[in-house]
């Protein structure tokens, strides 16, 4: 993602750029494909709403920049209520097919196995969760930093046909959504109590992957938590968790309310395959349709993928890169997507955005200071080079959020003058965060001399 977005960024300023991708010269534990762009574990960008959602603000912060992923995202997107999510397979095609095709782009397949050669001046790594073993170990080697890893699970993905719709539903949570599609995007099905306890047995008492030596003390990214560890932490985590029924009308029993809900969402364009929200597990494969056959709806689920888990890497990002997202022992070099220490599909290719951006505007020797912390883009690099929580001892991969951005300096009151409390607060505060990022990404953009030619 991060690749492919910096080097279509550093193409559409006028400049040649040489994609080096290993696959399928040397696979990954997690891809499927030799794609560019591949979505490994969700197909959900996640949402769309660029007023009160930092994530959907990011989107359009992209858009605005002439972001190729948002731009094919928008194009092979499949219905998902109020959220961006996209068919894998068209996806990953069309932005390599877009790459491939544009005259300033060459793209090598082959392994970079170690550091890049002395003679590559203008460098970003943006080798994503799965960095191979060779260069992870020539870049600790050079810098002397201890590495930090964690463990990012898949979830499984269902035949839309094999669902039992006399059982589960459509619907999004709160009927959220502008067309019929979205407000019907997710199939639901329903546990009741002794069900959910039923299930929560199950997973608990389940054979697991079992972790070599080397990763067992590697912690998991707390927004991707395989279901079964959140199950250790309490037989209600899932239930108020992925599992949490609110929102959510039985259309079969309505006025029965479900004790539990398992989401499905859709995956492709044509609707076929539907993968389980949430549901990222380590679940060994025998035990995961088994237990997940005990779902009501799914009793005859047949899996296209059943879940996984790999191993995520990052760097310590905050003591290595500086605001220019550069290497402080050796600015030939940049780093850019979940490498640097963001977390998700969309901040990751952000990453890339930026990095291709100012590597760019130094090419061609003009002066681009990254955007402001106002914006999106400029409080996921501001995490990254030392915005981290203060008086920690170490670096945790992020998502984006408001929380990254500085706070509104005006009281935020009504029409006439009362201030607001509680939720009214809350949105008009993330309303007003959004509209300032955006003003503040278009002056921005008003000082990037790439952007204007």
Known sequence: MAGSEAAWQIAEAGLPVVIH????????????????????CSNSFRSDDAETNAVGLLHEEMRRCNSIIMAMGDKHQVPAGGALAVDRVAFSDAVTETLKNHPKVTIERGEVAGLPPAEWDSVIIATGPLTSPALSQAILDLTGEDSLAFFDAIAPIIHRESIDMEVAWMQS???KGETEADKAAYINCPMDKAQYEAFIDALMAAPKTEFKDWEKDTPYFE???PIEVMAERGRETLRHGPMKPRGLTNKHNPDVKPWAVVQLRQDNALGTLFNMVGFQTKLKY????????????????????????????????????????????????????????VEGYVESAAMGLMA????????????LSAPPATTAFGALIEHVTGGHLSGKATFQPMNVNFGLFPDIDTPLKTEDGKRLRGKDKSVARKRAMSARALSDLQVWLGTDRLAAE
């Not at 696959?23 to 490994?40: N, Q």
């Open 223 to 225: 927004a991707c938590l």
């Open 286 to 341: 025998g035990a995961q349709a088994e237990i997940f056959r005990m779902i009501p709806g799914l009793e005859n689920a047949e899996f296209a993928r059943l879940g996984g888990i790999h191993r995520n890497t990052f760097i310590n990002s905050p003591r290595l890169l500086d605001k220019q997202l550069r290497m402080k022992a050796n600015p030939a070099w940049r780093f850019a997507g979940q490498v640097t220490g």
């Open 356 to 367: 291709g951006r100012l590597a760019a505007a130094e090419r061609k020797g003009e002066t």
């Open 21 to 40: 991708e290993m696959r399928p010269v040397r696979g990954t534990e997690a891809h499927l494909t030799d794609g560019l762009a591949e979505l490994v």
């Open 173 to 175: 949570r709160y009927d």
